[in-house]
């Protein structure tokens, strides 16, 4: 049996974010460290975006900022100027080979490739077992997925699954200064389907398409619908793809569990994807340096203030119920409220009087009657 002060189940974004964090606060000096995972990740596996203002931990990892978006659905469409927020988008090869390269200069870091199961928390520490071993330690951070079926969640649960293509055109098609954020003009199927895209130069850019449904697609049918959006809006010319991304995130206010005695769950098996969004880069980067700051105190886990839960169930609900149009509401909320508004909402920073303000321009009713429900 091996012991460490600290354990972290999972070498992608939460569990390397955690352990840099930790160093950056100066609380691994002089601790026995393991990092567990079946691979070191080094891939451009997944494009982290997110809205910040200033600076963030990760400023000179990013690889593009836009201080514009644009929206559009079939009706309208706006653009807004997002100061004092910008757009950033960090890639995740970029991220890995950052980090890894940090941790590896920690005396004390163990590595493991392995896979880590029956993972547990004692009265005094946290165990699991790794290549027919058991490990123990005082604390352990788990990033292992939490499984979750949507047909047993009885809190509103819509998949967003997403392909994106990464294509180079051969004449100038973008404008590297402002990003497509959400982009209905596709055949909506009675579920909320949009078009993303965040140029990174004239000929260069991500388009990806994202669907908030339980319903999965088959790669060439998310492919058949990327190819005709381009057609549609962008260039009836040649490009290349040059790089794919796919994935999915389940938006939920399924109630995650955050911390058992000295286990901790973070990264999306730990709650850490806005319900209603599915954004998670930058609610788990601030959870975590909160907990850093604060180790080996570990009592805040939480990653989205709790308020918002209520506001995401709303939203949730409305959308899996199909009340209102997701189209509908998107593009409203950006035309009918200053950018950074919505921006400091959905980043769950916002003040109360701005989320009377935000809400006062949503049709009421539908919400109102939504909030109650869910609030009983
Ligand atoms: C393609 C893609 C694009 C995304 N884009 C965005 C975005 O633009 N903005 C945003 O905010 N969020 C985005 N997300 C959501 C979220 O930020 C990512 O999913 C993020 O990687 C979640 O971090 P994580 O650590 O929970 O999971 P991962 O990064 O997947 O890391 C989990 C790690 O744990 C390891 N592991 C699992 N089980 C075990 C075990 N039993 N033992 C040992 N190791 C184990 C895995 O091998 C893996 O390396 C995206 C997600 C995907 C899939």
């Known amino acids: 049996m091996s012991h460490y002060d600290i354990a972290v189940i999972g070498g992608g974004l939460a569990g390397l974010s955690v352990l840099y964090h930790l160093k950056r606060a100066g609380k691994l000096s002089g601790k026995r460290v393991l990092l567990v995972d079946p691979q070191r990740k080094t891939a451009h596996d997944r494009t982290w975006s997110f809205w910040e203002t200033g600076e963030g931990p990760f400023e000179e990892l990013v690889y593009h900022r836009w201080d514009q978006v644009s929206l559009h659905n079939a009706h309208t469409h706006c653009t807004c100027d997002l100061a004092p927020y910008a757009y950033k988008v960090i890639l995740s090869n970029d991220f890995y080979a950052h980090v890894n390269g940090i941790l590896d200069g920690v005396g004390a870091l163990t590595r493991v490739q392995g896979q880590a199961s029956e993972v547990r928390s004692g009265p005094a520490t946290a165990s699991f077992q790794l290549g027919g071993e058991t490990v123990t330690a005082d604390i352990v951070f788990s990033s292992e997925p939490h499984p979750l079926d949507y047909r047993e969640v009885k809190q509103p649960y819509l998949d967003q699954h997403f392909r994106g293509w990464f294509i180079e055109t051969e004449e100038d098609t973008f404008d590297p200064r402002r990003a497509s954020l959400m ?29 908030f449904s339980n319903e999965h697609l088959r790669t060439e049918q998310y492919d058949a619908l990327i190819g005709d959006y381009i057609h549609a809006h962008w260039t009836q010319g040649p490009y290349r793809v040059y790089h794919t991304e796919g994935g999915n995130i389940p938006m939920t206010t ?24 599915g954004y998670t880069f930058y609610g788990l980067q601030r959870q975590l340096m909160r907990l850093a700051a604060a180790f080996p105190d570990i009592s805040a886990t939480q990653v989205w203030p709790e308020k918002h839960r209520l506001y995401d169930a709303t939203l949730l609900r409305i959308l899996e119920q199909r009340k209102l149009r997701g189209d509908e509401v998107f593009v409203n909320l950006f035309q009918r409220n200053p950018p950074a508004r919505v921006l400091a909402f959905l980043n769950g920073e916002s003040t109360l009087w701005q989320e009377l303000r935000l809400m006062g321009t949503t049709p009421i009713g539908v919400f109102g009657t939504t909030f109650v429900r869910e609030l009983l």
């Open 183 to 211: 982009d209905f003009r596709t055949p909506q199927e009675g579920e909320t389907r949009f078009f993303y895209v965040l140029p990174f130069s004239k000929r260069r850019a991500m388009v990806e398409i994202a669907i």
């Open 254 to 277: 399924y109630d995650y569990p955050r911390r058992t005695g000295n286990l901790i769950y973070i990264g999306l098996g730990g709650g850490a994807a806005r319900p209603s969004t």
